[in-house]
């Protein structure tokens, strides 16, 4: 064998043929690991292998130190840095920070008025982590009364709402990602009655005329009375507003009897 020599007179264990390669080697790493295999010409060369899941939330990015020893003597080695950067996959769905949300609205808000907004947030980075909303399930009326920002999750009136017509909305909304990964939540808005509606007064029976000399204390008619709100907004008063020889008693639940209230002339 011929012994190339360097300048200084030593021998250079760079050559492959005085030298040759022994082994890589990697520095002691859960993730990634080496595999080294031979080239045609009997060289060889190393793969990094992965070994374990990676997961870019934990571990972002590697740093390992690889090494290659040769056969000579004394043994000479070399070192090089490998960085691995973990890319974000879109392997996380969104989540809603809640599973169901509720708002009392009153049936007075004017159209364009915000009612609630829903948040999700996605673990995932970049263009994996941006999310859009929409509705999943809902009733045709319920989409013609409100509508739902797809960027900011935030359900707006599109239409006057009215307890007496609708008293509880109730619609799923689901929050997707770029790559089609989907969670849903539910919204119920239940709407709250104001006092926005007149009595109503209806004569059920009437005896008229009436002689002068009816005894005091004939019913002479009975009233019905209505109200479209709801709790204290429903509850009627009746009264007689002048000063007349009648009176108004209670005779059941939004029923009064009118009766006579003294002589009549």
Known sequence: TKIIKS??????????QINPLQFYQVNSNPYFSLRVKD???G????????EKSLDRKIQSSHHLILTAVDEGYPVQSGTAQVRIR????????????QDVYRASLSENLPPGSSVLQETATDKDEGINAEITFSFSRITKDTLHKFR?????????????LDFEETK???????????GSLVAQCKVVLEVRDENDNVPEITLMSLSSPIPEDTVSGTVIALIK??????????EIVCHIEKTVPFKIES?????YKLLTDGALD
């Open 7 to 16: 300048r200084t007179g030593k021998i250079d264990s760079r050559n492959p």
């Open 39 to 41: 080239n045609p010409d």
């Open 43 to 50: 060289s060889k060369y190393p793969e990094m292998v992965v």
């Open 86 to 97: 973990v890319t974000d996959a879109n392997d996380n769905p969104p989540v809603f920070s």
């Open 148 to 160: 739902l920002d797809p960027t900011t999750g935030e359900i707006i009136i599109k239409q006057s």
């Open 168 to 178: 509880v909305y109730t619609m799923d909304v689901e929050a997707k990602d770029t």
């Open 225 to 234: 009375t209505y109200d479209r709100d709801s709790g204290e907004n429903g």
């Open 251 to 255: 005779s059941s639940r939004n029923y």
